[in-house]
């Protein structure tokens, strides 16, 4: 396949150095690569780096049969319209970050739990010249595979991914509490008072849904309540990014849905999860990333059905880690989560109608960045066909949230004092 301008540093000097320097090879000759989109039919709208596969035959000193193998390389753009976000941006940097410094202290913290437990796809290379660059391990060639974002995850799967997430949580609370220098870069997630000028697509989008209320099928009450929200939407988004939960902060993927999932199962069983792209991550309340994937990723019918079995499994899960890892401050309760997530439902009520109906449909392609970093003012996107395909789904979480006080956004507050109250009395 011709090489790109942001792939043309890839040659036969280049992967014989990689293989050498990276798995102790020695007098390798490479026969044969190629360079291959790697993201072409998972359509990941964050995908936003330039995502190849390097395909390499080769032969070595120590495997003198040829051998095949495959990377990963993600690249910074050096060509095309995101160039100049990504000049201003520094999510790439950050993700070399994490794949460099924070995740093998995360699996340090884990493994004194006995085991090996993997989180991300291992960091094979990452270099800043002639581009910046990062090559990982190709997931797919030990089995791991994307689901389909339209049909949404399973309950199995959907647990998997939680269960998975409560380690991240738990080890990355662990160094939080030791060094919260550590993770100074992360303070800044999607919504911060800093990023105000970077999220008018969430403004527009909730006033674009409030306008088509009524074509949707909202009766006349919520229609009129959802016009209400745009006004005071980012900040109470903002709000619920900068929540302290009872003190317990830890490192959100920021991103966390279907995509940036990968599964392996073994004779068709499920056997593990492992994460991909943490260019949003953020330190904050664990509840940015439940609220984020409960709305873009379980399947309707068992979001529907086991919203609350979801709930559970992650903060049971949780809490035995944050126990065995020796978390030394409370740990909230089960109740206190619950109650987190009810005073910081606009979030909830933000991303179901602003997000999340992109990242369940073929048209994902089109959803703005969730990295307000990268945000372009020049770019529009026309969500009433989406909203449109998801009426039936929307109006019965309308109907849900307004019997919930969540699109009263005040009321919310009110109804945890009082169920606050009555359990107390």
Known sequence: M???????????????????????????KIKAYDVEPATAEINDPYARSSMNRILVKYVSKENPSETMMTFVAKIKPVEG???????????FDKEIFIYKNVLPKLMAVISKLGGAVELAPQLIHSSDVPSNLMVLEDLTVRGYSVENQ????????????LEKLAFLHAASAILIDQNPK???????????ADHKDKLKYFTDALTTVAEIAPDLGADNTIAAKLKTLPAKSLQKAIDSYCSDFYGLKVLGHGDFWTNNIMYKYNNHELVDA????????VVGS????????????????VLEKSKDELIYTYYETLVVLLQRLGYKKPIPTLMDLQVEMLKHGALEVILALTTAPFLRTKHA?????????????????????????????????????????????????????????????
């Open 2 to 28: 011709p090489k790109t301008q942001e792939t043309k540093f890839v040659n036969s000097l280049f992967l014989t150095n990689l293989i050498q320097s990276q798995y102790g090879e020695s007098e390798v």
């Open 81 to 91: 319209k995101l160039v100049e976000e990504f000049k201003k941006s520094d999510v």
């Open 150 to 161: 339209q049909l949404g995850l399973n309950l199995e799967q959907s647990k998997m991914a």
């Open 182 to 192: 550590d993770f100074a870069k992360f303070t800044k997630g999607t919504f911060h």
């Open 274 to 281: 492992i994460f991909v792209d943490f260019q949003n991550c």
């Open 286 to 301: 664990p509840i940015i990333d439940l609220m984020y994937f409960l709305t873009s990723s379980p399947a309707h019918d």
């Open 365 to 425: 392609q089109n959803t703005p960045a969730i990295q307000p970093t990268l945000y372009k003012n020049d770019k529009t996107v026309d969500i009433k066909p989406v909203l449109k395909d998801h009426a039936s789904v929307i109006v019965k979480q309308l109907k849900d949230y307004e019997l919930r006080g969540l699109l009263d956004w005040g009321a919310a507050e009110s109804k945890i004092k009082g169920l606050m109250g009555r359990f107390q009395r």
